[in-house]
């Protein structure tokens, strides 16, 4: 039982590339997120999914498009990768939101760096 | 109004200490107050949480302290051991939105 599986796990780009960081998970969950973690700032949500085929912006989409492919899979691009978004990135997924208790189960994350 | 404030940012104690770690928050919609762990290389986990109907929850070394008054809670590790040595990360949030406010972290290092 993988859980959430976040590919790749490193990345380097230089400015102006664009690339795809892709997300699965396992457990049959409604919800997924994307968030970025950044020395001092915690967690900060840039898109979410609250079920197959919804998605929507978080606290800091500029810059990032989110595809929910299906219900395993969501995954979060880069059109024009900046300096600015250098970042640890990870996913998770949840049962729903609407449930008591909303657990989130984080991935490994994906280092990147933008040159 | 939405934020989580949480201090300390960074904890040095020595093994078998009691480090503690305070967050605190505004919107007294917040309904779920959950920790998350997460060691170097990994994804938050998470630890243990809480219900503003409670006051305290213990779940084996770790007990959470709620004070729905002050709108605080915090953290407590008992009989600290340096494989707690991680980052600490507070949240809060509400039923039905999606909106899961984390704390800015704080890092523990407890010293063999």
């Known amino acids: 039982n993988a859980g959430v599986t976040q590919t790749p796990k490193f990345q380097v780009l230089k400015t102006g590339q664009s690339m795809t960081l892709q997300c699965a998970q396992d457990?049959?969950?409604?919800?997924m997120y994307w968030y970025r973690q950044d020395p001092g700032m915690g967690l900060r949500l840039i898109y979410y999914?609250?079920?197959?085929?919804?998605?929507d912006k978080g606290e800091v989409p500029n810059g990032y498009n989110v595809s929910r492919l299906n219900k395993r899979e969501f995954s979060l691009r880069l059109e024009s990768a900046a300096p600015s978004q250098t970042s640890v990135y990870f996913c998770?997924?949840?049962?729903?939101?609407?449930?008591?208790?909303?657990?989130?189960?984080f991935g490994a994350g994906t280092r990147l760096s933008v040159l | 109004q939405q934020q989580v404030k949480q201090s300390p940012q960074s904890l040095i104690v020595q093994k078998g200490g009691i480090p503690i770690i305070n967050c605190a928050y505004e919107?007294?919609?917040?309904?779920?107050f959950p920790w998350y762990q997460q060691f170097p290389g990994k994804g938050p986990a998470l630890l243990i949480a809480?219900?503003?109907?409670?006051s305290e929850k213990k779940e084996g070394r770790f007990t959470i302290s709620f004070n729905k008054s002050a709108k605080q809670f915090s953290l407590h590790i008992m009989d600290s051991q340096p494989g707690d040595s991680a980052t600490y990360f507070c949240?809060?949030?509400?039923?039905?939105?999606?909106?899961?406010?984390f704390g800015t972290g704080t890092r523990l290092k407890v010293l063999a």
């Open positions: 919107n007294t919609a917040f309904d779920y």
């Open positions: 999914s609250a079920s197959e085929g919804t998605t």
């Open positions: 457990m049959n969950h409604n919800s």
């Open positions: 809480i219900r503003p109907d409670v």
């Open positions: 949240a809060a949030w509400t039923r039905g939105t999606y909106k899961y406010i």
């Open positions: 998770a997924s949840s049962e729903a939101l609407w449930t008591g208790e909303n657990i989130q189960y």
